[in-house]
């Protein structure tokens, strides 16, 4: 069998170009095997750090429901309708005391009124 080789002719400026794309290429490649091995560490620590979390969480609504279960049980309606009627009575106060410094208001105005009244007959 015979070899059939063909020989091309490469300039040298060709040749040193060539050679400087393959190194830039490595230089490239080294880069993205940086970024994948630095993804691969904070992947890791990312896993272990929601497994700590997870873990926490759970340990966390576990002590919850024990002290759920130690407190005493209160009757929630019963609780809302004591507030309700601690918000209710300090409006109705607040409703009677403006009553009163409006009827209040307007007789001083009438009584200033009145004697200016009394000032210019006067005079």
Do not use: C, G
């Amino acid at each position: 069998m015979k070899n059939n080789l063909v020989h091309v002719k490469v300039e040298h400026e060709e040749v040193i170009r060539a050679k400087k794309d393959l190194l830039e290429l490595e230089i490239e490649l080294i880069k993205v095997i940086r970024a994948i091995k630095k993804y691969r560490q904070l992947r890791t620590k990312e896993l272990k750090l929601k497994n700590k979390l997870k873990k926490t969480t759970s340990l966390t609504l576990t002590s919850i429901k024990t002290i759920e279960k130690t407190l005493p049980k209160i009757k929630l309606k019963e609780v809302l309708n004591e507030d309700k009627q601690a918000k209710e009575e300090p409006k109705k106060e607040e409703i009677k005391e403006n009553r009163k410094r409006k009827n209040r208001d307007f007789l001083e105005k009438e009584i200033e009124q009145i004697q200016e009244k009394l000032r210019a007959l006067e005079e």
